[in-house]
């Protein structure tokens, strides 16, 4: 199992990467920075590669969860209800290849602004 570390000004959270299609294929391009896109408690900002739905893709997903948005080609960090939950879980717009996790207390993503830059990278231990 891969960590990174996700960085956005003075915040910073430690990640896993599930050993899945698209977990690899991020593994493969980090490190990734981009603008922060806020949409209710989700964090997203576009990566420079394309990935498939994968067969385990889904709307509904965990607080803490790192997918990709296929239709965006954007790396997405659930952290709360979007504009779409029809609970308190975050829901993506549509289906989501999750693959990763942060662990921890994530109500600081709430004062992340758009347009804040974002870095993903490797942990190497």
């Known amino acids: 199992m891969k960590k990174v570390l996700i960085s956005c000004g003075r915040l ?3 990640a896993e990467l599930f050993d899945t299609t698209t977990g690899k294929m991020m593994a493969k391009e980090m490190p990734l920075e981009g603008s922060a896109n806020i949409w209710g408690e989700e964090i997203y900002f576009p990566v420079s590669f394309t990935a498939e739905l994968d067969e385990h893709a889904k709307e509904e997903v965990d607080i803490g969860t790192i997918a990709y948005w296929p239709p965006g080609k954007a790396f997405c960090i659930f ?3 979007t ?12 289906p989501v290849n999750v693959f990763g996790k942060i662990h921890g207390d994530l109500t600081d993503l709430r004062n992340v602004s758009p347009g804040e830059k974002i870095k993903v990278d490797l942990v190497h231990e």
């Open 12 to 14: 910073s959270f430690e």
């Open 79 to 81: 952290f709360g209800p």
């Open 83 to 94: 504009p779409v939950s029809t609970s308190a879980m975050p829901r993506a717009y549509s």
